[in-house]
């Protein structure tokens, strides 16, 4: 979680994207366009902190409670997420958040 957040942080799209785990919700298959998303999104952001509240692994599954802080034309937002993680041939790889009861 700590390197993801730290890609948004510094707009390193490519690494996003490689992370991101092809079967989860945020996975996107045209890379060219969902690099400029990420991209915009990194230049609108200041990141101004990341904070782990609990994580868990099991086996090839993790799971990471955070809160990231961010501002954007000097409003400030935080973004806290439980997050699942599955690991494939020894990389991690974001999922997407977990699926809430009301999902």
Same mark, same amino acid.
């Given at each position: 979680?700590?390197?993801? &957040? !730290?890609? &948004? ?5 490519? &690494?996003?994207?490689?992370? +991101? ?5 945020? %996975? ?12 915009? %999104?990194?230049?609108? =952001?200041?990141? /101004?902190? /990341? ?5 868990? !692994? #099991?086996?090839?599954?993790? $799971?990471?409670? %955070?809160?990231? $802080?961010? #501002?954007?034309?000097? $409003?400030?937002? =935080?973004? #806290?997420?439980?997050?699942? %993680? &599955? ?5 991690? /790889?974001?999922?997407?958040? +977990?699926? +809430?009861?009301?999902?």
């Amino acid at each position: 979680m700590r390197s993801r &957040y !730290m890609a &948004y942080a510094s707009g390193v799209a490519s &690494y996003i994207i490689q992370t +991101t785990h092809p079967d989860g919700p945020q %996975f996107q298959t045209h890379s060219d366009r969902w690099m400029a998303e990420i991209n915009a %999104f990194c230049q609108a =952001h200041q990141f /101004l902190g /990341l904070t782990i509240h609990d994580h868990s !692994m #099991e086996d090839t599954v993790g $799971t990471v409670h %955070f809160t990231a $802080t961010l #501002e954007r034309d000097g $409003t400030s937002a =935080h973004l #806290e997420e439980n997050s699942i %993680f &599955y690991r494939v041939h020894d990389r991690w /790889l974001y999922w997407g958040p +977990t699926p +809430t009861s009301s999902d």
